[in-house]
């Protein structure tokens, strides 16, 4: 066995993120293996671009209260111990609550080709906080 260095913790991309969201890669694959494991810490309000996972990812919430929403379905809260799969291609965001911190790991893999995401554009404030009143609880 061997462990892993510690990498520096990354601010994400204000071309993919509204709000502060910060993260630690934890693993990168080396082949044959492609996982990607990240902790991802999202200020209140904080979330990313509508965007969709080449070989899908799946996200599980560590703390706090964060809204995950897939296109054309209505946004659900996540909270702390529950889990979410989207699979390929499917086009969602995934971010904090309005007035909380959220704290998931997010693991997904690249395609055979490299390729990891897609991204579109930004969840509006708008679009936000529409979504965060209907979220399903
Ligand atoms: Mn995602």
């Known amino acids: 066995m061997k462990m892993l260095p510690k990498q520096p913790t990354v601010k994400a991309s204000a071309d993919n993120f509204i709000g ?11 082949e044959p293996s492609r996982i990607r494991v990240s902790v991802v810490r999202f200020a209140p309000g904080a979330r990313n671009a509508w965007h969709s996972h ?4 799946t996200v599980h919430v560590t703390e706090g209260v964060g809204l995950i929403q897939s296109r054309g379905e209505k946004p659900v809260e996540i909270r ?3 889990t979410v799969h989207t699979p390929p291609g499917e086009w969602h965001w995934h971010g904090a609550a309005p007035e909380r911190f959220m704290t998931h790991l997010a693991m997904w893999e690249a395609s055979a080709e490299g390729k990891e995401a897609d991204w579109g554009e930004q969840v509006s404030d708008p679009e936000y906080a529409a979504a965060a009143q209907e979220a399903s609880r």
């Open 20 to 30: 502060d969201a910060w993260y630690d890669a934890l693993i990168r694959g080396e």
């Open 54 to 57: 080449a070989v899908g990812q």
């Open 80 to 82: 702390p111990g529950e």
